[in-house]
């Protein structure tokens, strides 16, 4: 197993570092024990200025002090040709373009935006759940003429939150026939300053533009397979998964509805298993990230809580510092087989998180 002791430090530039998810990296990299917060980059809006002053910043907590005066630049390869990684919090209108510009200058780019998730040889990576996608990488480099430089995308924050418990359903139980889910989605998911207050407050929004689109088709990719000697992905193709999106005035933290029909052909024995065999296989679920000992993973991937009201953003969104996805009430379905409900941090796990640890695992799989 490689040890995470010795590795040196890291530069890292932050693309959007301005935005909130950008503002989230600020906070997981500010400590970080080899990556190093190295350059920032952001609009033509805000390079030239202290971050400080450029940034409208929404944390609970302080602009770290390493961070505060490093001048943002704007977002050209050339500024940050001595970093030894970058992560994009980059809004998609522009995410496209300018990661396509970095990856081009052979940089290792760790993308939030939904722009290259479609790609056929861009792994779409959750971490703690399909790090053997990095199986692709070699294929990426010898497409596009890179030695180091690569680009692996994270999915859609609902999506990251989904595919968690899924994946451990899955790998015991084969994949599911059906899946439904509706949810309830955090205002921080939208950026800032993102939905107008009239919009939300005392109210909810049953509409987020392309969300369930998204998720419907992320969760094929996610749990689907490195393909054809490492040059392609095989998308699960028998599962079904129908998503309804909604956002609520919460500050950070989806909450998720699922209900799911098992196929009862890969159940071992061809039986569905009991509610306390869900229970169980949910926390003893691992992967690669913890075997690994990433200094970002979470020690439990999934949190299983039993109370009949729980999980709940408030009480429940830092659980393993927001890198884990909460899951409780399972209970049985009068339609499918069971109904549970799950809670992500969109802005960790759902975002920042999420490639700071694909990062991780990167380094001890030697790309990076
Ligand atoms: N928020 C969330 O929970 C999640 C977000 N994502 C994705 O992550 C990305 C960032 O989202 P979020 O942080 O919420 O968005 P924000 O709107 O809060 O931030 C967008 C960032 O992009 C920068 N930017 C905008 N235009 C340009 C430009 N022309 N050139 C360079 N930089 C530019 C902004 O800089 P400036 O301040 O100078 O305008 C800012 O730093 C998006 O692609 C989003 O879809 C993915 C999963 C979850
Ligand atoms: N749409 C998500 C956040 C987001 O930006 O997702 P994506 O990266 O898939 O566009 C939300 O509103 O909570």
Redesign the pocket.
């Known amino acids: 197993m490689p040890s995470f002791e010795n590795i040196p430090p890291k530069k890292v530039g932050i693309?959007?570092?301005?935005?909130?998810?950008?503002q989230r990296f600020i906070l997981l990299l500010s400590k970080h024990p080899f990556f190093v917060v190295h350059a920032l980059?952001?609009?033509?809006?805000?390079a030239g200025k202290p971050y400080a002053l450029?940034?409208k910043w929404k944390q609970a907590v302080p602009i770290p002090q390493n961070v505060q005066n490093i001048v943002v630049k704007?977002?050209k390869s050339k500024e940050f040709e001595d970093c030894d990684v970058v992560f994009s919090?980059?809004?998609?209108?522009?995410?496209g373009d300018?990661e396509m510009e970095f990856l081009k200058h052979d940089i290792a780019v760790f993308s939030?935006?939904?722009n290259y998730r479609r790609d056929p040889i861009v792994p779409l990576i959750v971490p703690t759940v399909n790090t053997s996608h990095y199986d692709i990488i070699a294929h990426q480099r010898q497409h596009h003429n890179l030695r180091k430089g690569f680009i692996v995308t994270?999915a859609?924050?609902s999506t990251t939150g989904l595919v968690v418990p899924l994946k451990a359903l899955q790998d015991k139980y084969g994949p599911a026939e059906a899946i439904m889910v509706t949810t309830m989605q955090a205002i921080?998911?939208?950026?800032?300053p993102g939905v107008p207050s009239l919009d939300i407050l005392d109210n909810v929004v049953p509409h987020i533009g392309g969300e369930e689109e998204k998720m419907e088709w992320e969760v094929l990719k996610i749990l689907g397979d490195v393909a054809h000697e490492g040059s392609a992905f095989s998308l699960l193709s028998n599962t079904k998964v129908s998503a309804s999106c909604n956002r609520v005035p919460v500050i950070d933290g989806h909450l998720e509805s699922v209900s799911i029909k098992f196929n009862k052909d890969t159940c071992p024995n061809n039986r569905i298993p009991s509610i306390e065999e869900v229970y169980e296989t949910l926390s003893a679920y691992t992967c690669e990230a913890q075997s690994l000992n990433c200094p970002s993973a979470p020690e439990n991937a999934i949190v299983v809580t039993r109370e009949a009201d729980r999980p709940q953003p408030r009480l429940d969104r830092e659980n393993e510092k927001g890198q884990a996805v909460t899951v409780g009430r399972v209970r049985p379905c009068n339609i499918f087989d069971y109904k549970f409900t799950l809670l992500v941090h969109?802005?960790v796990l759902?975002?920042a998180g999420s490639s700071v640890l694909n990062a991780e695992v990167a380094v001890a799989r030697g790309l990076l």
Do not use: H, P, Q
Not at 15 to 22: D, E, H, S
Not at 89 to 95: F, R
């Open positions: 693309l959007g570092a301005t935005g909130t998810v950008g980059g952001a609009s033509a809006r805000s450029a940034a704007e977002c919090g980059l809004d998609a209108d522009v995410a300018i939030n935006a939904k994270n859609n924050c921080s998911g939208a950026g800032y969109n802005t759902g975002a």
